[in-house]
């Protein structure tokens, strides 16, 4: 839709120039900016001028700059051994949007918005990323994204800050991942997706859209069943602390997450029973 209180639309080149007057917002993709009315928009600035790359790859990290589109990660070809890489397809399925919205929306864009089915968060906190975070005094700071999201559209950054890119340990693109997502209809917004990664570090649990934040679970080894109902009711033992809307009431939330918590625990303990059987079985050749 035509943001019709829009005044003024920046392009800098360089991060000197990046500066926000009130009423300004940065502008990645636009796939959601534009999509509904924006109160008290009066600017914008367009951060896809400042160049960034795409991804980088350095030792032992791979940065995702906010500016990359979805489409641009999904064409990303994976080292040989980062069999994490599937979840990224799978995620950007969540979405449910076309290859045109893929070429313009940024996984930036996704994060920031700060929605509970926004499924690149759910990608990025999965996978242990930290965001970087350009602070207007030409700073920086680091957050993991589990922190970075603290509710619906709610995040931890200040007016002038810009999530300039993700980090994603290459430890955690090594580790099996596991993907689970419902809607209330064959097309609809997730309802519930969680995520897993596990290795021998530990097993790692990751439940969105469900809920109005992400949340994290980590334990050390693959946990029991009861272990995974004892962390559930813990963190979520109430109603209230599951998302409610159209595409969800939390008792239905609630119930489908535990569902899939338990799904993948159970893939989890398979895989690691299969390969301590396959040590042992090595071991008495």
């Known amino acids: 839709m035509d943001l019709v209180s829009v005044r003024t639309v920046r392009t800098p080149s360089h991060r000197d120039d990046l500066a926000f007057a009130p009423g300004d917002r940065p502008l990645g993709g636009g796939t959601w900016l534009f999509s509904e009315e924006q109160p008290g928009l009066t600017g914008l600035v367009d951060l896809t001028t400042l160049g960034w790359p795409d991804v980088e790859r350095t030792p032992g990290t791979l940065t995702i700059a906010a500016t990359c589109t979805i489409a641009a990660l999904l064409r990303v070809q994976p080292a040989p051994d980062w069999v994490a890489w599937p979840l990224v397809d799978r995620c950007a399925n969540a979405l449910l949007a076309s290859f045109k919205v893929w ?167 398979e895989a690691a029973g299969a390969a301590g059987t396959t040590a042992a079985t090595a071991g008495t050749r």
């Open 103 to 269: 070429n313009a929306a940024t996984v930036g864009g996704n994060v920031a918005v700060g929605l509970p089915a926004g499924a690149m968060t759910a990608l990025l906190v999965t996978l242990d990323a930290t965001a970087v975070v350009w602070t207007p005094d030409g700073g920086e700071r680091r957050v993991p994204v589990e922190q970075l999201v603290l509710g619906v559209q709610t995040l931890d950054l200040r007016h002038g800050e810009v999530i300039r890119a993700f980090d994603l340990p290459e430890e955690a693109l090594r580790t099996t991942t596991g993907f689970r997502r419902v809607s209330l209809s064959p097309h609809g917004r997730s309802g519930s997706l969680v995520t897993a990664r596990w290795s021998a570090a530990g097993f790692v649990l990751v439940v969105t859209a469900a809920t109005p934040r992400p949340v994290v679970f980590r334990w050390s080894s693959v946990p029991s069943a009861r272990e995974v109902d004892a962390a559930l009711d813990a963190v979520l033992g109430s109603d209230e602390d599951w998302y409610d809307d159209p595409h969800g009431s939390p008792r239905w939330r609630r119930a489908v997450s535990s569902v899939f918590a338990h799904e993948l625990r159970d893939e989890a303990a």
